[in-house]
């Protein structure tokens, strides 16, 4: 009995410890998003950065439409400087919904070990394409794009202002160094 109960405690902990679940409302994506006009070369400007993105300067991420419905992802960066390492990986955007093209999730494999997660892009200039904020639902992973490798606030801090109204912590929101150093 004792350990039932015991059990029970840890598996309510965990459950109500677990920073992913933790509630936020809905998150809306890009209305009229067109895949293709998406493709090409992006520079992230910002971002929300995971593990490794926090050793990586002089980010892009190049997408390739590959068919309906999947799309080719290849991210570079210079590890720990401008100038150093450049990294690459490789994943596939999958768009389980036409009817949301927005909304994606995203696959990469390393070795044996696949992991998925959601790539929903938010908002994005819908004129000319040259700006895009891409981000999780979970509201832990945040990029603005560019399609230069720089870009002012002014360009989207009205987005900025809604993003951090939806949940998104912007106090955490890191500058990406694209210095000239950069080996892109």
């Given at each position: ?6 059990d ?25 998003f ?16 995971n ?40 994943s596939?955007g ?6 949301e ?6 696959t ?19 004129e ?6 891409v ?21 989207i ?17 890191e ?10």
């Open positions: 009995r004792q350990m039932c109960i015991r029970r405690y840890i598996t309510a902990v965990f459950f109500v410890a677990r920073p992913d679940q933790k509630s936020f409302p809905p998150l809306p994506v890009a209305e009229n067109d895949v293709e006009r998406y493709m090409g070369r992006w520079f992230a400007i910002k971002a929300l950065p593990i490794i993105e926090k050793f990586c300067h002089c980010t892009y991420t190049e997408y390739t439409f590959v068919q309906k419905g999947l799309v080719n992802i290849q991210e570079s960066c210079n590890m720990f400087f401008a100038g150093g390492w450049s990294i690459n990986a490789q596939n999958v768009i389980p919904n036409e009817d093209p927005a909304r994606w999730l995203n990469k494999s390393v070795g044996p070990i696949t992991t998925k997660a959601n790539y929903w892009i938010l908002a994005v200039d819908e000319n394409y040259s700006w895009a904020i981000g999780q639902p979970s509201r832990k992973g945040l990029w603005i794009l560019s399609r230069q490798n720089t870009l002012s606030d002014d360009a801090s009205a987005q900025l202002e809604q993003l951090e109204a939806q949940g998104f912590n912007l106090e955490d929101l500058t990406v160094d694209h210095a000239v150093e950069c080996r892109y």
